[in-house]
């Protein structure tokens, strides 16, 4: 696999309640704008996506933002970052983040973060891209997802081949480490906490 040049991060349009969280996308960040890596993002301020840009952009990185002219209000399209493009509506946004990246990456967030993973994961299953696509476990906040998937495969609704299609990982090292090694060498790793 060559080099990723785009890492597109699903996360919260929220803080949560852990407080490791909002550094962790900020950590995440930097590490993007220390290796080069344009972040592509849904384009808000708020939340863990506000806090994973800002760490880029602290940092002299790129960052690529897609935000639909509706959730301009409640997201807040963020005025600070390379690239910010205001779309008609949410599935021009996710093809567009999709077409932009080379890998993608879960932080911890809600039904927004669930519904764009598994729409990956399942375009995976269809055979429409083979992406990285990793789920940073952060303080194993992501346990139950991937207890439902191994759940899923036990009882019939999936095959076990699904559980290749995205790998689990316990800190933004191995994420990077992943994301750097050779596809047939990658390990679904899972599930870890940090
Ligand atoms: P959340 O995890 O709910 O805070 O949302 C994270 C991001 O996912 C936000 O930018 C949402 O706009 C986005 N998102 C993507 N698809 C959806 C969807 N079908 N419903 C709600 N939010 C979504």
């Not at 490791?20 to 704008?33: K, N, T």
């Not at 999709?98 to 055979?127: I, K, M, N, Y």
Request: with cysteine; glycine share 12%.
């Amino acid at each position: 696999m060559s080099p990723i040049t785009s890492l597109c991060v699903y996360c919260g349009s929220s803080r949560g309640v852990n407080p490791d969280f909002i550094p962790l996308a900020r950590e995440l960040g930097r590490e993007l704008a220390t290796r080069n890596i344009r972040l592509v993002y849904g384009g808000g301020r708020v939340g863990l996506m506000g806090a994973c840009a800002d760490g880029v952009m602290a940092h002299g990185g790129r960052v690529f933002g897609v935000i639909p002219q509706h959730l301009q209000d409640r997201e807040v399209g963020h005025s600070g970052i390379s690239e910010l493009k205001v779309v008609d509506n949410m599935h021009t946004r996710k093809r567009m983040m999709f077409d932009h990246s080379d890998a993608f990456c879960v932080l911890p967030g809600g039904l927004g973060t669930l519904e764009e993973f598994f729409e990956v994961v399942t375009w995976r299953q269809l055979g429409m891209h083979d992406k990285p696509i990793i789920v940073l476990n952060a303080g194993g906040y992501w346990d139950n997802l991937v207890g439902m998937i191994d759940r899923i495969v036990d009882d019939g609704f999936a095959q076990p081949s699904v559980r290749q299609y995205f790998s689990v990982v316990n800190s933004i090292g191995r994420l990077f480490d992943l994301l750097a090694a050779p596809a047939e060498t990658q390990e679904p790793d899972f599930p870890d906490r940090i």
